[in-house]
């Protein structure tokens, strides 16, 4: 194999690059900062295959959100409402600092994990304004299938 190649950098170019870098954490909102907000929105989107929670603040921007798959439930387990409870627990521990204590849900899907992700908030202290149902319905159907040929 080759030699490898190492830059050498004077200690103004490392300086000036980590000025750089601080200052672009500092614009985009780092990652470990967090406002102060009373109310949000809770949407809960629930599959036969998966549940996913998101956490946004009256504006629409995201707060936390978590997964069943992202806490390590694999296969059918996902959809459980067991599952949905956890991930609730886990956005409650996210959302400790921000101050969130009154929120809007949103559920969206029909899987087991809806009806367990809106007892979860109430039993960690959120206070729940309002609940609608945004499931997609279809106005007309899908096409029906050609008739089977025998």
């Not at 950098?9 to 900062?33: W, Y």
């Not at 992202?70 to 959302?95: R, W």
């Amino acid at each position: 194999m080759g030699k490898k190649k190492v830059a050498k950098q004077d200690a103004k170019d490392s300086l000036q690059e980590s000025e750089a870098i601080q200052s672009a954490a500092a614009k985009s909102g780092a990652k470990g900062t967090s406002k102060k907000t009373m109310r949000g929105n809770v949407y809960v989107k629930s599959s036969y295959n998966n549940t996913l929670v998101t956490v946004t603040d009256v504006k629409g921007n995201v707060m936390a959100w978590s997964s069943a798959g992202a806490l390590g439930f694999k296969g059918p387990k996902k959809a459980t409402a067991y599952a949905a409870s956890k991930i609730i627990d886990t956005l409650a521990e996210k959302l400790r600092k921000s101050g969130l204590n009154e929120v809007t849900c949103y559920l969206s899907g029909i899987g087991g994990g809806r009806d367990s992700a809106i007892r979860s908030l109430a039993n960690q202290g959120y206070t729940i304004l309002s609940i609608h149902d945004v499931t997609g319905i279809p106005h007309n159907g899908p096409k029906a299938r050609k008739p089977r040929r025998v």
